[in-house]
């Protein structure tokens, strides 16, 4: 995969790709299926150039085809591609960093092309692989975990999971547990890894108090 050392080094104007509830985060790998032909074209067009396209939610307001966009994404680059008989392609982003979103530029292209401000997540491009979380957190964080995939009635590869540097741990489950867009939003958003993964505590936490009596807490 290309190697960016500086945000200076990437895309200052990119393509974005609007979608509730699919969340990528820097060094995570998100695949897609795509078959829109706007987005088919946003393919083609990436692919003849640096493969850079943002992933992006929306928020209220706005119209149906073309809603507001979120305040913060996440840059990727498609680390892999595959065109499917019926014309149809199937993509890996690999997420490398977080942007704000700036000026929407007025082109006639069919999709959506916006300038990408990334100076506030340029920490997203050195590698966080050594950090860590004190015992303590992680044991509070894998009992909320545990609860959490029991009342849902999902797995995980738990020897994976206790091993699992830190960053690789927390980003896979932010991305792929099914949490609402504004949960989604509020991960990508998290300023640091440890952010990230008090927030991620939090919100397995909050899904872990049953539907009693009990105060349920809240993620600010």
């Known amino acids: 995969m290309a190697s960016y050392r500086r945000t200076a080094d990437l895309p200052q104007m990119i393509p974005v790709f609007p979608l509730d509830g699919a969340m990528l985060l820097p060094g995570g790998d998100l ?16 692919m003849a150039g640096d493969r850079i396209i943002g992933m992006i939610q929306t928020r ?37 960093c977080r942007f704000e979103t700036g000026e929407e530029l007025a082109l006639p292209t069919p999709y959506r092309q916006l300038r990408a401000r990334y100076d506030r997540f340029e920490a997203d491009l050195t590698e966080n692989a050594e950090a860590q979380a004190p015992p303590a957190a992680r ?3 894998a009992r909320a975990l545990k609860r959490y995939l029991n009342r849902r009635e999902l797995d995980i590869d738990w020897e994976t999971a206790q091993t699992a540097p830190l960053e690789a741990l927390v980003n896979s489950l932010a991305m792929g547990l099914p949490f609402e867009p504004a949960e989604k939003q509020a991960l990508l ?27 349920r807490p809240s993620v600010q």
Do not use: H, W
């Open 189 to 215: 958003e998290a300023p640091t890894l440890g952010d990230r993964f008090e927030t991620l505590s939090t919100l397995l936490e909050i899904d872990g108090v049953e539907d009693s009596d009990d105060e």
């Open 139 to 141: 044991e509070r964080f």
């Open 31 to 46: 695949p897609l299926q795509i078959f829109e032909p706007r987005y088919l074209n946003m393919i083609d067009d990436v």
């Open 60 to 96: 209220a307001g706005g119209d149906r085809t073309r809603p507001k966009l979120s305040d913060v994404g996440c840059a990727g680059r498609i680390t892999s591609y595959a065109e499917t008989s019926d014309g149809r392609y199937l993509i890996t982003l690999t997420g490398v």
